[in-house]
């Protein structure tokens, strides 16, 4: 939403395959958030990253892998090592660290989902 | 785990106000109150958010008890398009040392009816 955008908004995946699910955001947000959402519950912190280069596991890493080569791109590669990889995954970005001490805070905004299944 | 407590659903008569409440009772005085709603397969949009005073966009009001363990997201005037399930989010800020990341309850399913 607003600056988030994520691709494809389906992706079905066979099983064994690795995926990789996109994320890109205009915001000039350093920080950058991987979630994961199962149905009836709420987000899980799979990965993030607070600026260019450099990334940390969340929660539930295992089977998940991330680069952050570029300010605006997260992408999330989902592999074979995931044993229940079918879900909704948002992406999330926050802070530009060149408003940081004014009014501003670090609210998070979220893209659309992408929502992938296993067959 | 979440931090908060919500009621699971409430209903609105459209165009009446909304006021979903939330329970935090071991907030720490620099966490921050986020309120978030999603609708069905969408990602989460944020509404509004505060420390210690009241605050007020174009979208909704909130109100923080003056203890701060209880806070209230107020619609002025639901509208149907306002269905959606409301996440109440206590955090530290992303510089206050913590990872930076919501953790989300269950939330409250509003139900705008006509």
């Known amino acids: 939403d607003g600056g988030i955008t994520q691709s494809p908004k389906y992706l079905f995946r066979k099983e064994g395959q690795n995926v990789t699910l996109s994320c890109e955001q205009n915001l000039n947000h350093d920080a950058m958030y991987w979630y994961r959402q199962d149905p009836g519950q709420g987000l899980r912190l799979i990965y993030y990253s607070q600026i260019v280069n450099d990334f940390q596991k969340g929660d539930i890493a295992e089977g998940y892998s991330v680069s952050r080569e570029k300010k605006e791109s997260f992408p999330l590669t989902v592999t074979s090592a995931q044993k229940n990889p079918t879900a909704f995954y948002l992406c999330?970005?926050?802070?530009?660290?060149?408003?940081?001490?004014?009014?501003?805070?670090?609210?998070?905004?979220f893209g659309p989902g992408t929502r992938l299944t296993v067959l | 785990d979440a931090k908060t407590t919500q009621p699971p659903s409430m209903d609105c008569a459209e165009g009446r106000a909304a006021n979903l409440p939330c329970n935090h009772s071991?907030?720490?005085?620099?966490?921050?109150v986020y309120w978030y709603r999603q609708i069905h397969s969408q990602g989460p949009q944020y509404i509004i958010h505060g420390l210690k005073n009241n605050e007020t966009n174009e979208m909704a009001s909130l109100i923080i008890t003056e203890d701060r363990k209880s806070s209230t997201l107020i619609l002025p005037h639901a509208t149907l398009r306002d269905t959606a399930v409301y996440y109440c989010i206590v955090r530290l800020p992303f510089y206050g040392g913590s990872q930076g990341n919501l953790i989300f309850g269950k939330g409250t399913k509003l139900s705008v009816k006509p």
């Open positions: 071991t907030i720490s005085g620099n966490e921050y």
């Open positions: 999330a970005s926050s802070i530009d660290r060149a408003l940081l001490g004014t009014t501003n805070t670090d609210t998070q905004y």
